[in-house]
């Protein structure tokens, strides 16, 4: 699949934050990642006592956390393409 | 480094958690701890520009989405300034043009809106983005409200 960035006007008369930029069309949801991105670098600021080695550990936050979504967006797909048709045949 | 019962101990500081709703990791340089300030500032603040970045202003707004703004609202003065831009400059046709959008009831007049409010995913995207900004701020006030400031000379935390 060749991504496809959307941009609702034509670049030449986008105005930055007043007009959207646009998503990434079916790959929206790839902006989940810098929305990690930013969490765990406010959270990690916060929460650690020490700020000794903050950019590894918002690394490690986020390949943690994407892992994760990642895991659940399988789950979720498993169960809405295989196990909901079986039980529709059943 | 402080222990748990060292800061449940620690007096709270609302002049810190103020300035940390004015401005996003204030209250923590205000106490000392400036590289950790300034590390919360870029992930709020980097957060809510980049939502208003894929979204546009239109992502805040105050009386159409008044839930999400409640959320919003938490990285201070910085939403109700894109909220203001949104009613001011978008919805009056001062920037773009107001366009007539379907009505709900077909016996209303057309609503205006402006020609560059979104109703894609885009727009999805930065409110949650702002939304989350938002709250990310709340976490990073309250942690001002009861750090134990650095004493000055200390040099912990303090690059």
């Known amino acids: ?10 670049m030449l008369s986008w105005i930055p934050f007043l007009q959207p930029a646009g998503s990434l069309g079916n790959l929206w949801w790839l902006l989940m990642i810098p929305l990690i ?14 700020i000794e080695q903050f950019w590894w550990r918002v690394f490690m936050f986020v390949m943690k956390s994407t892992l994760a979504m990642g895991s659940l967006a399988l789950v979720m797909y498993l169960f ?6 079986i039980l529709r045949t059943t | 480094m402080t222990n748990d019962n060292d800061q449940l ?12 709703w004015i401005c996003p990791g204030l209250g923590q340089i205000m106490l000392g701890h400036r590289r950790r300030g300034f590390l919360a500032m870029t992930g709020v603040l ?13 992502c805040v707004d105050r009386h159409e989405d008044p839930l999400w703004f409640y ?8 939403a109700f300034a894109a909220d203001w831009a949104n009613s001011g400059l978008l919805k009056t046709g001062k920037v773009g043009e107001l366009i007539e959008s379907p009505p709900s009831n077909p016996r209303a007049p ?6 560059f409010k979104t109703v894609t995913v885009a727009s999805e995207i930065g409110t949650l983005y702002c939304a989350l ?3 990310m701020n709340v976490v990073v006030l309250l942690d001002a409200l009861k750090r134990r400031p650095i004493d000055k000379g200390s040099g912990e935390d303090a690059r």
């Open chain 1, 37 to 50: 991105v930013g969490i765990s670098i406010a959270y990690r600021a916060t929460h650690d006592a020490s």
């Open chain 2, 71 to 78: 959320a919003q609202a938490g990285t201070g003065p910085i």
């Open chain 2, 9 to 20: 101990d620690e007096p709270l500081h609302w002049g810190a958690a103020f300035f940390g």
């Open chain 2, 110 to 115: 057309a609503p205006l809106v402006s020609s």
């Open chain 2, 133 to 135: 900004a938002g709250l």
């Open chain 1, 80 to 85: 809405v393409y295989w196990v909901i048709p």
């Open chain 2, 46 to 58: 980097g957060l809510f520009l980049c939502g208003i970045f894929i979204g546009g202003v239109d």
């Open chain 1, 1 to 10: 699949m060749i991504p496809s960035i959307v941009f609702s006007t034509p």
